[in-house]
């Protein structure tokens, strides 16, 4: 019992009540998710599309989605995280009740394109919001735990969508609209506003610190500092704002995470990550079918992977905890590598299962530190817009991975695989050599931010 309690505590303990409602909203929101699953399904059999017509509006979904994922930071920079979560959650799920009852195809496309806006928007805001209310020692088990809610509430969707749609495909997408509405209903209930400038107290005063859910070591929002005291020699670190006067031509907002040049290469190393991992659902399947495998097959291989998810992701945290995070990253990556690797010599259901297993826990390992290194480079003021950009790997892998995927598959056959594992071995060895100077910039603004704290503010 005793170590039952010591695992709970390093794997859950220490997270404020705020992270546990955010947690719950994101669970309650992956698990309602499920009407976009079935949505070629609907169009072909209940609206008539054509096979081509019906990927086009799923793919307008998907563009949507690369647009939801910008305008969800700006928002949740500007906004608040709060309301922005509050605006998507309640958009969506009017949207959704209007794809119930629309009938013509050109109507669907829109609402579709609409539908991942709203469903792209919330996923900065969730994480800024979590960056906001943990403390900095304990953000790698938030995130592990965020990584876990969203793959079960993906997997209670799955399941839910198969009865709905079999059953009715208005009560899927009603259904889908009501657990919407009670994830935004839990937001508005147990969620306060968490962004930090809405945060402080009467003028002059500090932000109560058990509130703020700021780490020692984190640096303080912009605006705490008295207009015009000189920021000390070197305190300021590649992607912090320059303070007002210092001669910056444009104030920080979105360019500002899209110059960062430190940033944008782990955003390019994450985006290696996502191609690998969208192999699953793009070109595996076609792989498993030229190797005479059935449907049923691929659907196995899919759920070893998500239950390995689901029961092993609450153990990463005593792996992981207290190594270097582009170290686990390094590794990571490189179990992605060696996982799709094996493909090439893959013909049979159990070598497709076995590399499911090292691809899968690859995938665990790299969730926490690829959430925790996104959080450290992002200047406070900045978060959302920061966890837009890194957002939109995603989206961008889901159209790299099946378009250059297929013209690989279709001309290297199996040695598509042996490209896709030398991809993640670049990768792998891009994180060893990009880590060091990520980890030194994060150092430098820890260094400098109790001397930013201990200022007199205004």
């Known amino acids: 019992m005793r170590g039952l309690r010591r695992w709970w505590d390093g794997t859950a303990g220490g997270l404020p009540a705020t992270f546990w409602y955010l947690w719950a909203g994101l669970l309650v929101n992956r698990a309602g998710a499920f009407a976009v699953l079935f949505l070629s399904l609907y169009l072909t059999a209940a609206r008539g599309a054509s096979e081509s017509l019906a990927g086009a509006v799923v793919g307008a979904y998907g563009a949507g989605g690369a647009v939801g994922v910008l305008l969800g930071g700006v928002l949740a920079d500007r906004w608040g995280r709060r309301a922005t979560l509050l605006a998507a959650h309640l958009a969506a799920a009017g949207l959704m009740v209007g794809l119930a009852f629309s009938r013509h195809l050109a109507v ?28 900095e020692h304990r953000r790698s088990r938030a995130f592990n735990l965020q990584f876990w809610a969203f793959n079960l509430g993906m997997a209670v969707a799955s399941l839910l969508a198969g009865l709905l749609a079999e059953a009715s495909f ?100 994450t985006f290696v990550l996502a191609v690998l991992t969208m192999q699953t659902s793009t070109i595996m399947p076609l792989a498993m079918r030229a190797d005479s495998l059935s449907p049923s097959a691929y659907g196995t291989v899919v759920a070893l992977g998500g239950a390995l998810i689901v029961v092993g992701q609450l153990f990463v945290p005593g792996l992981i905890d207290r190594r270097r995070a582009h170290r686990v990253l390094a590794l990571s990556t490189g179990l992605l590598a060696v996982g799709f690797g094996a493909l090439a010599v893959a013909d049979q259901l159990w070598v497709y299962l076995a590399a499911a297993v090292v691809w899968t826990v690859g995938s665990m390992l790299a969730a926490p530190p690829n959430a925790q290194i996104n959080a450290d480079l992002a200047p406070p003021e900045l978060r959302a817009r920061y966890q837009s950009v890194f957002y939109l790997t995603f989206p961008a892998a889901s159209f790299v991975a099946p378009t250059l995927g297929g013209v690989s598959l279709q001309y290297l056959g199996e040695r598509h695989w042996l490209v896709v594992a030398a991809l993640g071995l670049l990768a792998a060895g891009g994180h060893l050599l990009a880590g060091p100077s990520r980890e030194r910039r994060v150092a430098a603004r820890q260094v400098a931010a109790p001397t930013r704290a201990s200022q007199p503010v205004g």
Do not use: C, N
């Open 170 to 269: 208005l009560a899927l997408f009603l259904v889908d609209a009501a657990a919407t509405l009670a994830a935004a209903v839990l937001i508005a209930w147990k969620v306060p506003e968490t962004l930090p400038h809405r945060r402080t107290g009467p003028t002059g005063s500090r932000p109560d610190q058990a509130g703020a859910g700021r780490a020692a070591g984190e640096p303080v929002a912009a605006g705490t500092r008295t207009v015009g005291e000189p920021v000390a020699a070197g305190t300021r670190t590649v992607g912090e704002p320059v303070a007002a006067g210092a001669g910056r031509s444009r104030p920080p907002g979105l360019h500002t995470a899209l110059t960062d040049r430190t940033f944008l290469v782990f955003v390019g190393l």
């Open 108 to 135: 669907i496309a829109a609402l579709a394109a609409l539908v991942g806006i709203a469903h792209s928007m919330p996923s900065p805001a969730f994480v800024a919001a979590i960056v906001d209310v943990v403390p």
